[in-house]
């Protein structure tokens, strides 16, 4: 019997064109797709990877006239301050939390800050008890606000919580300084520290457990120091110690 081969061999042909045809539109979307994504990261639309934040106060008549924190979407930072009469810059790196990294950026998605053009300055004027900057940066997208007073929960909280950073940062510089330099004034910076931790003015409590236990177990430290430090640590690890991060 006879059977026709060439309509089979051109519906060959033809399915294989039509595959190939499919391919090409599959990798036509994929690229487009790619290319929406790239455009969107340069755009600031893309995800909580690409954002970083600012914070910035200015004091002329505090002690600490000037602090500068910057940190990226995992945590990692740099604080800068200024104090006293020296214009010397003072600066160390810093690790956050994860979850005071998620608070902050939650409270900047909250808010719609990169989107917004909203001013957060309140009717009062505290300009004598200086001027705060808050900053966030997705791609190309960048936005500063500054205010010395604001109303907006949201930008209260955020303030609070990099104050707090700047707070614990800097005890822990100067605890150090005093550990190596000035063992006879450690007993006085502890005391600093203590009375910031039971006022709420510590970020992450939690943060300072490495230090406190380093001094409370170092013969070579003050007693009364060490006294200091051993309370502070058992305190913390019972949650004695309130912190300007709120519960999401």
């Not at 934040?53 to 602090?67: L, T």
């Not at 930008?155 to 005093?178: C, P, V, W, Y």
């Amino acid at each position: 019997m006879f059977v026709p081969t060439v309509p089979v061999r051109l519906y060959g042909v033809m399915g294989v064109n039509r595959l190939i045809s499919l391919a090409v539109i599959a990798a036509l979307a994929g690229a487009s797709a790619v290319a929406r994504q790239n455009k969107q990261s340069v755009d600031g639309n893309s995800g909580a990877a690409q954002v970083s934040f600012s914070y910035k106060f200015e004091g002329p008549r505090f002690y600490v006239r000037v602090i500068e924190i910057e940190v990226g979407s995992n945590g990692s930072g740099e604080l800068r301050f200024t104090r006293g009469e020296s214009d010397e810059v003072l600066d160390c790196k810093l690790k956050l939390l994860p979850a005071t990294i998620s608070r902050i950026r939650a409270l900047f998605e909250a808010s719609g800050f990169l989107n917004s053009d909203t001013e957060y300055q309140g009717k009062k004027n505290f300009s004598h008890m200086g001027w705060v900057t808050l900053g966030a940066r997705r791609g190309a997208r960048e936005r500063k606000a500054r205010f010395n007073f604001t109303t907006n929960l949201q930008m209260k909280e955020l303030e609070e919580i990099f104050r707090g950073i700047a707070t614990q940062e800097m005890s822990l510089f100067d605890i150090e300084n005093a550990e190596r330099y000035q063992p006879l004034d450690l007993p006085k910076q502890l005391d600093v520290l203590e009375n910031d931790l039971k006022l709420a003015r510590i970020t992450e409590p939690e943060r300072l457990l490495a230090a406190l236990t380093e001094i409370a177990a170092d013969d070579t430290q003050p007693l009364i120091a060490r006294n200091q430090a051993n309370r502070m640590v058992d305190q913390i690890r019972k949650g004695k110690f309130k912190s300007p991060v709120k519960k999401q």
